[in-house]
């Protein structure tokens, strides 16, 4: 994936509630907690390409070229989640 395909599909989670899953090549799955506390408030694509995602209680930078699925699950919704 790019940085801006990335960045398109998560900027319109700032400031939800919920859970980001992420499959990283050769490394498995993470996640990030958006909860009440620590809600997504930025995505920003860096100059060098990587994706920068600022919650309320931290950062993470990301590369997107080896991210190959992103989920988003609601924490008002008891679903399997929305495959992004």
């Not at 990587?50 to 699925?69: K, Q, S």
């Amino acid at each position: 994936m790019t940085g801006e395909m990335i960045g398109n599909m998560l900027r319109p989670l700032i400031g939800k509630s919920g859970t980001i899953f992420m499959v990283v090549s050769r490394s498995g799955q993470i996640g990030f907690g958006t909860g009440p506390d620590g809600k997504l408030t930025d995505v920003e694509v860096r100059e060098d390409g990587l994706v920068r995602l600022v919650r309320e209680t931290g950062w993470a930078v990301l590369d997107p070229a080896e991210i190959v699925a992103v989920v988003w699950n609601d924490d008002t919704d008891t679903s399997a989640g929305q495959f992004l």
